[in-house]
């Protein structure tokens, strides 16, 4: 399910919630992740990214190649996410 039905405060590991900001997906709605991040309370350390950018998107507003799956920015995320990953920090 999505993520604010879920056990957060159960989290006890860095954890980085991402999330694009033109996404239209009526489960993972951008205005309500910011209200994620409390949830996470046991987690060491907590960020949120705001992506933009990226695209064009196609297909299902929910699906891989639109806004929902950061269409178009692959190798750029991944390589930012690795560097979180190897020093996870609150800040982007």
């Known amino acids: 399910g999505a993520l604010p039905g879920q056990a957060l405060a159960r989290i006890r590991v860095p954890t980085l919630l991402m ?54 920015q692959d190798a750029e995320l991944a390589r930012r996410l690795a560097g979180w990953m190897r020093q996870p920090r609150a800040t982007p």
Do not use: M
């Not at 951008?30 to 350390?45: F, N, W, Y």
């Not at 960020?47 to 269409?71: E, Q, R, T, V, Y």
């Open 19 to 72: 999330h694009h900001q033109h996404d239209a997906c009526t489960v993972c709605q951008p205005e309500r992740v910011p209200a994620l991040l409390p949830a996470l309370s046991q987690a060491p350390v907590k960020a949120l990214w705001w992506i933009d950018g990226g695209g064009p998107p196609s297909g299902n507003i929910c699906g891989p190649l639109h806004w929902h799956g950061f269409i178009g």
